[in-house]
Each structure stands twice: as structure tokens, then as C-alpha cells.
């Protein structure tokens, strides 16, 4: 009897001694956080929650609209912008970063999203403390394998003029320095070093959602719930002209999702063969109840982990019924609760950079107006 094994779950994430030198690996192959990503983009109910969690940290962007209209960076990004990408990043890895460029003088002059997953920690030093970081844009790009190691090294956040002209000095001038990089994390810290976000303990079931949906896929294209089985003799000549007009080729017309028939074909070389044949079932009786079960159960403990209201992500009640009015303002106050700590860290990121940049400013509200979907009567109505 052939053993299964179990699958490997790491209880905690290994954080090492990169084989760049200088940095910190985070997870098996250096890759987790781009691992996590892909496996919570693989499962709807996850997906759904990511966009949930980064709509609500955003809102309606910024309440100041001179602000909002700010130009930061050359390539014509503004604060809005910037904000719409640093609410994804921050509500999915819990972990703000952006790339900070300076002018000669050691003011701020442009701020750029760096995607948090590309961000590895430089080695602590005999404090503990961590004041450099790398941008490694190639990690994992089956176009650039040869360039995996490449890395831009920057030193962490610090806008004071003084301590930028110094690094801008050691660098060996304006034309050699390449700013300093934001990685501040959000929340709660968990794991040593890097952010690991908390929706990690639902990994098991976003991989779960994400086989239920390639098993509808295969039932869906192969037809793969057959509703009968054809013996037949197998033909000596077969299909030699490749006409399709043979016994076998003539059934699998019939298959799949499109057709819908469903008919297994059997062929054997000889009568005796073909009494031997019989279908043995393995699945069992109760195979609908329990993928039923599992469908259920799944994305209920996914939209949990994240702590998104079932009813933002319309996971219906059982017998499919609509949530009230009333239910659906009472989680989007829940869910505009959990994300203002996020928000009142990004305002005051965006303060503390204004303060230090290269022109005066027309303005000095930095706050973030919240999504409105709701009316005073209850009534769900659109944002703005």
C-alpha cells in the first residue's frame, strides 16, 4: 500500500542570512511574500477581501484636493495615486514602502510605490536595529533569471537634511545617491524582521478554494460526471483515415461540457476482456455533501482570517437570502473601524514628507475622506 504524505506547513516563516550578502532571506527560496500573493490572487473569496480590505484604507482619497492633485513623482504620479497603491500595499502585506528621492539640498523632490515584495532587509546591526534595505525587481521573473540578485541598496527612511546631505556624501554626490527607502509597517508586527500578515493563517484554506475551483473546471470541460458507461469491442481498423467516423470517435462528441452527454467509452480487445471489465467507485456515495460542505465552509473561515464581513464580500447566507440595508452599513462601519489605523499611519507618512519637501505647500490637511456608501435612511447608494 502506497503511503500519502502530508503536506509541510511552516508554523513560522524562516527568516536567514541571504546569499546576497548583506540581507536578510525571507522564507523558503526567498520568495514567500510573492508566494503568499499568488496563492491569495488564486482563491476568489481571498482576492475579494484584498480588494475589500485596499477600497476602504483608500476611501475616496485624499479630502484636500490640491493635495490630491499633487504631481510627486516625474513620470506624473500624484498623491492620489500613490495613495491607491499604498492601500493595496499596506492592506494585503500590512507594510507601507516607497521609494523617497532628494534634490541637492536634502529636500524631498519625489516619492515613488515600491511593491513590498521586492523589498529585502539589510542585516541587523549590534543593536538590532536594520537601517538599510534592497529593491530586488527580479525574484522571481522567468524573464530575468540571470538578474535575480540584482538589487538597489537604500538606506531606510530618515528625512532630516543633515543625515540625508551625510549619505549623500558618502555616496559620492547627488549623481551617485539613490535616496532612502520607506518600509513601515502597519499594525501589529508579526514574525522576526519582516511583516507577516495576519490572513497567513488562512493559507491552507485560500489553496483549498483555489483545488474546489480547478475540480469544477475539470467537471465543467471533461464532463467529467458521466451519466453512463458504452462497451464496445475495440475495432481492428480503428481510425486509420482519421475521418472521426469510428465508434470511439463518434461518442466523444458527445463529451464534455459543451455537449453535455456524458458517456464514458470503453473499449476492449476481446469478449473476454470485456466481461472481465467492471467500474469500481471510489469517491463514495456522499461526494456532493461533501464538496458542498467544504464550499461552504471554506470561504467562511477565508473572509474570517481576514476579518472582512461576509456580507463585503457577498458570501450569501445559506439559501443564498440578501443581507438588510441595515447589516450591510453595520459592516461597513466595521470594516472603516479596522482600517483607520492604517489610514492615520499614511496621513501621517504623507505629513511627515511634506514636511520636508521642495516647495512650499498651498496646504496641511493630510487626511483621507472615508468611503460613504450609505445614506442617512439606510439606503446603499454610491460612493461621493
Known sequence: MTKVKRPVVNKAVPVTKSKVAGFLQFGEANLFPQKLLEIAEESVTAGACLDVIAEFIEGNGFNDERLADTVMHRSGLTADDILSETAFNAGTFRVISLHVGYNGLGQISSVKPVNPEMVRLGLPDDLNNITYAGIFPYLDSPLHK????????????????????????????????????????????????????????????????????????????????????????????????????????????????????SVMVYTAKNKEELDAAKFVPTTGADLANRYVSTNDRVPLRIARSFMVANELVNIRRQGGLMYSPEEYRFAAQLMQGRVNRTQRKIEQLFARIFAHWHEPLPFQDFTIENLNYFQENGTVVNAG
Not at 549623500?168 to 532612502?180: C, E, H, L, R, S
Not at 508586527?189 to 475540480?215: C, F, H
Not at 463518434?250 to 452527454?261: L, R
Open 146 to 261: 540571470n538578474k535575480k540578485d540584482f538589487h538597489t541598496k537604500l538606506n531606510l527612511f530618515d528625512p532630516r537634511p543633515e543625515v540625508v546631505l551625510e549619505q549623500m556624501a558618502i555616496a559620492g554626490g547627488i549623481d551617485k545617491y539613490f535616496g532612502q527607502l520607506v518600509y513601515m509597517p502597519v499594525g501589529r508586527r508579526r514574525g522576526t524582521y519582516y511583516v507577516v500578515p495576519e490572513w497567513y493563517r488562512a493559507i491552507l484554506d485560500m489553496q483549498t478554494e483555489r483545488k474546489l475551483s480547478v475540480l469544477d473546471y475539470k467537471n465543467g470541460v471533461s464532463g467529467f460526471d458521466v451519466s453512463g458507461i458504452f462497451f464496445a469491442l475495440e475495432s481492428e481498423e480503428g481510425d486509420e483515415d482519421g475521418s472521426g467516423n469510428d465508434l470511439v470517435s463518434q461518442i466523444e462528441k458527445h463529451q464534455g461540457a459543451e455537449n453535455a452527454s
